[in-house]
């Protein structure tokens, strides 16, 4: 198979995170590589562009995306501003698409908007991407509270860091599984139902568990 997984990080630990996911993917005959960025000092849309050409340097067999929380509003972000006709299939992990209270609270203060880093504060509290109808995009969102989600009150059912509602997109795949924020790209059930959802294994209706 000639099929290839470009995987992008969320904030803070640049890649290591995702190498479980990337292993698994591998396993299932995915070629993977991992797409970094700045996530803490950069630029969304200059991120952005550079997985657009990320994307179309790939030659050959289709391309898929995976981006984990930031990493996902990154790709989001190049679907809105760069689309690739190179693109396939998308999957996003605990990503909030529709805003996100935790984000917006640490945008508060300064030493907030320091920990969040530019490309959040750009793509999540000032403007963050807007995603029509999306029939090829799958949206995983965690359902085990554990983080700081607890403390400011976040809605339930939430990861510990970002609610159900906040990664909600119209027309997608949207699937809970029973995980934390940090643990989704720990999970072997979120790596098979990617690696279905890639290879057109099951369309995936709503679910939850």
């Not at 698409?97 to 907030?112: H, I, K, N």
């Not at 490309?119 to 991407?129: D, F, H, M, N, Y």
């Not at 939430?158 to 990664?167: C, P, Q």
Request: aromatic share 10%; charged share 15%; with cysteine.
């Amino acid at each position: 198979m000639n099929d290839t997984v470009i995987l992008v990080h969320g904030l803070w630990m640049p890649g290591i995170k995702l190498y479980y996911l990337g292993w698994k993917l591998k396993r299932r005959g995915f070629n993977v590589r991992y797409f970094r960025y700045r996530s803490m000092l950069g630029c969304i849309n200059v991120s952005a562009r550079s997985l657009f050409d990320n994307v179309e340097a790939i030659e050959q067999g289709k391309v898929h995306l995976v981006g984990y929380s930031l990493g996902g509003i990154v790709a989001a972000r190049m679907m809105e501003e760069y689309p690739s006709d190179r693109l396939c299939r998308v999957a996003l992990l605990g990503c909030p698409l529709q805003g996100s209270v935790v984000a917006e609270f640490l945008a508060g203060t300064p030493l907030g908007r320091f920990m969040l880093g530019s490309v959040a504060v750009e793509g999540i509290v000032r403007r963050r991407p807007i995603l029509m109808r999306q029939s090829g995009v799958l949206v995983v969102a965690g359902t085990l509270p554990l983080g700081i989600g607890l403390a400011l009150g976040l809605p339930f059912p939430h990861d510990g860091t970002v609610s159900i509602s906040e990664t909600f997109l119209d027309g997608a795949a949207n699937v809970r599984v029973l995980g934390s924020h940090f643990s989704l790209v720990f999970s072997p059930r979120v790596a098979d139902t990617i690696a279905a959802f890639f290879l057109h294994e099951s369309d995936l209706a709503e679910i939850s568990t």
